[in-house]
């Protein structure tokens, strides 16, 4: 039981390359998150998804795109980079439940992304 | 909108001393509370959360939260600090109702020396 990971653990991009960031997890779950990790910014979320083949966007979806096709994996993608999409990108999941269900969110080691 | 505040980006305490890590939220309605480690290179690690009922949480690796409605805090503490609890704090909240994404503060380091 892996848990959560992340493909691949760093990369450095130029400005206006794109390259896609994958997110497995191995414990069933339903709900599936991007966020950023910035310095003395906490963390911000970027996509989520609720399910299978449905996505949302989060506080701060702009310049990136997500899909959920499988259930166990979730994708986030950047067309065309920037430097401001320098960052630390955390995945996280958590599983389904009913109304006033707290979704504990079990998180991925994170992959760190420099655009040069 | 949800919000959280961690007014300490870096909190100092001498191994074996008790330790706090401040917390305060803004949420719509009743709120889940929950604390998060990172330590270097690593994902969060969930430590605790509040739900409902008893106003003091305990969680892993002896840490403990005290749920204060009327103050909107949700304090971290720990009767007697390791140096191995050093690392990089979470607090977060969502809404009883509504997005299940959660909301983060900005983090506090907790440095505990020898």
């Known amino acids: 039981n892996a848990g959560v990971t992340q493909t691949p653990k760093f990369r450095v991009l130029k400005t206006g390359q794109s390259m896609t960031l994958l997110c497995a997890q191995d414990?069933?779950?339903?709900?599936m998150y991007w966020y950023r990790q910035d310095p003395g910014m906490g963390l911000r979320l970027i996509h989520y998804?609720?399910?299978?083949?449905?996505?949302a966007k989060g506080e701060v979806p702009d310049g990136y795109n997500v899909s959920r096709l499988k259930k166990q994996n979730f994708l986030l993608g950047l067309e065309s980079a920037a430097p401001s999409q320098t960052s630390v990108y955390f995945c996280?999941?958590?599983?389904?439940?009913?109304?006033?269900?707290?979704?504990?969110?079990?998180f991925g080691p994170g992959t760190r992304l420099t655009v040069l | 909108a949800q919000s959280v505040a961690q007014p300490e980006d870096q909190v100092n305490v001498a191994e074996g001393n008790p330790l706090t890590v401040k917390c305060t939220y803004s949420?719509?309605?009743?709120?889940?509370l929950f604390w998060y480690v990172q330590y270097p290179n690593r994902g969060l690690q969930f430590l605790l959360k509040?739900?409902?009922?008893?106003?003091l949480v305990k969680g892993s690796y002896g840490f403990e939260a005290e749920f204060n409605k009327s103050q909107t805090s949700f304090h971290l503490k720990k009767p007697s600090a390791l140096v191995s609890d050093s690392a990089l704090y979470f607090c977060?909240?969502?809404?009883?109702?509504?997005?299940?994404?959660?909301?983060f503060g900005s983090g506090t380091r907790l440095q505990v020396q020898p």
């Open positions: 996280a999941s958590s599983v389904r439940g009913g109304l006033g269900y707290t979704d504990t969110q079990y």
């Open positions: 414990m069933n779950h339903e709900y």
């Open positions: 998804s609720v399910g299978e083949g449905t996505t």
């Open positions: 949420v719509s309605g009743n709120p889940y």
């Open positions: 509040y739900i409902t009922g008893d106003n």
């Open positions: 977060a909240v969502r809404a009883f109702t509504g997005r299940r994404a959660l909301t």
